[in-house]
């Protein structure tokens, strides 16, 4: 029951993430990576299992909740989270949590974009910047965010 209560809230907090994004400039996403985040946090705070589930449902319902992306780009979506987690779940606890964040992010989106690239004949490339602006942001404020949600649900248990 645990574990359908955290995917619950993690599914919610991408959706309502990805809302407010949805709603502010286009160059907003790429500089604050909602999806990523959320399905990162999920797996290092509640396992692999809880982190793979994120990772298929939430771009799933930021679709048929937001349409903010074209069907076509589903599956990609779906591909880029499911790396993310499987890149996340080998790197972590073998090395530093920063150094995990920084190079499962960096991996995750070259990758996407070089099948995007190969599968579309696209290439989205155009937020670069705002993307290593985004990814150092995430690379300091994820780890204290894990940190505080460990913390938090330690006082809880007591």
Known sequence: MKKIVALCLWLSLGIALNYLIWLGPDWLEPFILPSYSVTALSLLCHGLSIGLLVALILPNLSY??????????????????????????????????????LFSFALTWTVSRLVEHLVFRSIGVENVSLFLVGLALNTLLLPEVKKLLVKSSELERR
Request: proline residues 3%; charged residues 15%.
């Open 64 to 101: 048929v909740a937001l349409g903010s992306f074209a069907p076509s780009l589903l599956a990609l979506y779906v591909f880029e989270l499911v790396l993310l987690i499987f890149i996340l779940s080998i790197l972590n606890r073998r090395v530093k949590l920063r150094m995990t964040v």
